[in-house]
């Protein structure tokens, strides 16, 4: 609501005309909402289309091309193939239909807890000013299976690559 009301507030007539802006306040709301640890489910799905339709972590899940790197623990299971989590799945067609097709695609993947910025340098300085105590080694990385890493591969327009980073909160206190 904050981010929605500082767009009103600055009162830019033209900004549906510059942006399109889509939110997503939860992609793993089972999670979310019924998991129970940060070791499996909760950070994981609670379901998916994977073995035994075990829950899969959707930080690591992304494939990009034909190889796939697979996880087999608790709190990092990601299945044996990519997308076999429902929402991952479905964000990723939802963001293929809606890519930018004249203009430049920013994706920032936010939320929580590890205090880091990963991913393009441009966007992760707007939240270095914001995050000060956030980590910044791993700025110009983009992760093993990260949803920003097959964003930047596959969401370009007019032969720039997407500007995209994961944006790990500092824990609440």
């Known amino acids: 609501d904050a981010f929605k009301n500082k767009l009103i507030e600055m009162q830019d007539l033209e900004l549906d005309a510059k942006w399109t ?3 997503f306040p939860s992609v ?14 909760g950070r994981t799905t609670l379901y998916s289309d994977a073995p035994g339709h075990k829950g899969i972590d959707l ?7 034909s190889s796939y790197q697979r996880y087999t623990d608790d709190r990092n299971y990601n299945g044996t193939a990519g997308f076999q989590a429902f929402e991952a799945a ?31 340098s441009q966007v992760c300085s707007y939240y270095k000013n914001q995050f000060p105590e956030n980590s910044s080694s791993t700025i110009g990385r983009y992760g093993t ?14 032969g720039r690559a997407a500007k995209s980073a994961l944006i790990e909160l500092p824990e609440y206190v």
Do not use: K, S
Request: proline residues 3%.
């Open 145 to 158: 299976g990260y949803l920003i890493n097959w964003a930047r591969t596959n969401l370009g327009a007019n």
């Open 21 to 23: 802006i889509y939110l």
């Open 59 to 65: 930080n690591r899940c992304w494939q990009i091309g």
């Open 90 to 120: 479905n964000l990723r067609d939802f963001l293929y239909a809606n890519r930018a097709q004249n203009g430049q695609t920013v994706l920032v993947d936010l939320h929580g807890w590890m205090q880091q910025l990963i991913g393009d």
């Open 28 to 41: 793993n709301p089972d999670g979310e909402y019924f998991g129970w640890t940060h070791n499996g489910p």
